[in-house]
């Protein structure tokens, strides 16, 4: 089997429009990501119509903005990667769809790709990848705990309601300050007391599982009477919400995926997904780690977001250990992790 040289990637699960050329493993040769947000602000979310439109108009100049930055031709390719799932089912199917024709056209092979498992990996360009790690994934559709061991993910626990993302774009949203939530929920955490409100941990039923909604509820009913739904005279200042809204939630991410490594017997840790790029996780997390001997491996900001170079590295993962997808593989919103 040649190994393959040129890598793409293709990534089109929710808003963005992503095409990444890889040379080996490690070397990103382009990553360029056209992103919709801006036509979702006003509705305060994501679209699913607008964000598949999207995809589809951008996904050709995406490809060959990639190609021309990797300073390559579409026949100098030997592998494709795409995003088969879980996400919105018509961005998901127009980057299949671009994979599958483009692969035909050019008769090379193509292999589908987990989106977690695509970030899970994104921390570990140019890295010696550990053989034994606990992997946290945090995004807006997901909060996933792995368990790594060569290659291979185990799922430990996972969020039985809310992904934390998404907690952060709810709260936000009641708050008033737009979409997407968590990178204004980060900054404005800054500048207020993350003790002003105390919020009460979840029950678990499974060790390792989380859930993010009672939090947002008890949000909600700090900032309005139950009862009226009038404004609360009382609520504290947005600042000390945001502050202690994420002390709370980042608080339970860190003590869980600790307690996970501890329970694993591992001392690594990788973490990705978009709330990966959270100022207090990274601080947070890295701080207690180093404490227990543990390490913590954040992807760069600009691969802690949709991106496909993480799912050509996956890709290139996957190939080498003889995954092949067939004309038949098709996009798969709910598609599981292991
Ligand atoms: O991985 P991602 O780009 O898309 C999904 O696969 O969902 O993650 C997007 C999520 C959003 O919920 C966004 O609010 C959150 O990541 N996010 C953050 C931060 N930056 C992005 N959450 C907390 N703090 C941040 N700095
Ligand atoms: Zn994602």
Known sequence: MRCPR?????????????????????????NVVSSSLFRHKKFGGVVPEIASRHCMEQIQCVFEEALREAKIKAADLDLIAVTRGPGLI?????????????????????????HMEGHLVASLFGQVEPRLYVGLLVSGGHTILTF???GKIHVLGETVDDAVGEAYDKVAKLMGLGYPGGPVLDKLAK?????????TRPKQDKRFDFSFSGVKTAV????????TGQPNPEAPSRADMAASFQHAVIGWLVEKVIDA?????????????????????????ARDGAAKGIKVRFPPFSLSTDNA???????????????????????????ALV
Do not use: W
């Open 191 to 199: 500048r207020g007391n993350p003790r002003a409100v105390h919020f």
């Open 6 to 30: 040129y890598v793409l990637g293709i990534e089109t699960s929710c808003d963005e429009t992503s095409c990444a050329v890889l040379r080996g493993r490690d070397e990103i040769l382009s």
């Open 309 to 335: 170079a993480m799912i050509a590295r996956r890709g290139l993962e996957l190939y080498a250990r003889g995954v092949r997808s067939s004309y038949k593989m098709t996009a798969d919103p709910g598609l």
């Open 148 to 150: 790594c061991e060569k």
């Open 261 to 285: 490594c501890e329970f694993k017997g591992v001392s690594d840790i990788v973490v990705g997904g978009g709330v990966s790029a959270n100022s207090y996780l990274r601080e947070k997390l």
């Open 220 to 227: 909600l009913y700090k900032l309005r009477d139950p009862r």
């Open 90 to 114: 018509g961005s998901l199917f127009v980057g299949v769809s671009f994979a599958k024709a483009l692969a035909y056209q050019l008769k090379i092979p193509f292999v589908g790709v987990h």
